[in-house]
């Protein structure tokens, strides 16, 4: 099994439905991302945790919601899905070591919202 | 908030060409990340570095804090080399800010 798994892998959607999209690791890792990615543009942040009692807004939250169900647990949510919400969506996690802060992604979602 | 800046954005190499890869941020950082995302989307973790020099296998990443500058170079480049490269740097206790990415391809 892979120690970031995101589901669904691909979905496609139409506006104004809700929609989460589920990561869940088993690395053990305290600190869990959300990043969406657009061609052109790189990764960006929309929302992170630093533990299960802890969520902060990203560079692009507006129209998400998280949720830290657990240590090993981060959904994202859509609340009602437009189609400029269509990008791949990568989880990722980070230990909290200073000396070796290592990333792990998941595999991505691709989201369609038609 | 940190600015990063990656050159190339796309590169063509023969196989067995140097390559290097450049990146550039705006503010000070605690570490650097370089990142390499697969045709298929995967992405994975090549170096974490806060100083200096690192090497792994045929990739070495370089660090100048105070000139706020990193390079990745490929050595004796190959065909599955061809990939996105993207920086990473973090400050502090904060999220990795990511640059747009090179894109790698090695033509045999």
């Known amino acids: 099994d892979a120690d970031v798994t995101q589901t669904p892998r691909n979905r496609i959607t139409k506006t104004g439905k809700r929609i989460m999209l589920e990561c869940s690791q088993t690395k053990g890792h305290d600190r869990m991302y959300w990043y969406r990615q657009d061609p052109g543009l790189g990764l960006r942040l929309i929302y992170y945790s630093f533990d299960v009692k802890d969520i902060n807004k990203g560079e692009i939250s507006d129209g998400y919601s998280v949720s830290r169900q657990a240590q090993a647990k981060f959904s994202l949510s859509l609340e009602s899905a437009i189609p400029n919400q269509t990008a791949l969506y990568f989880c990722a996690t980070s230990d909290r070591d200073g000396a070796n802060y290592g990333y792990t992604f998941g595999s991505g979602t691709r989201l369609t919202v038609v | 908030k940190n600015e990063v800046e990656q050159s190339p954005q796309n590169l063509t190499a023969q196989e067995g060409e140097f390559i290097t890869i450049n990146c550039s941020y705006s503010?000070?950082?605690?570490?650097l990340h370089w990142l390499q995302q697969h045709p298929g989307g995967g992405i994975v973790s090549l170096f974490m570095l806060s100083s200096g020099k690192k090497k792994h296998g045929r990739l070495i990443a370089t660090i100048n804090i105070q000139e706020k500058h990193s390079s990745l170079h490929i050595t004796a480049s190959h065909p599955r080399d061809s990939a996105v490269y993207i920086c990473?740097?973090?400050?502090?206790?904060?999220?990795?800010?990511f640059g747009k990415g090179t894109r790698l391809s090695v033509i045999a």
């Open positions: 503010v000070g950082i605690s570490a």
């Open positions: 990473a740097p973090r400050a502090g206790n904060t999220p990795l800010v």
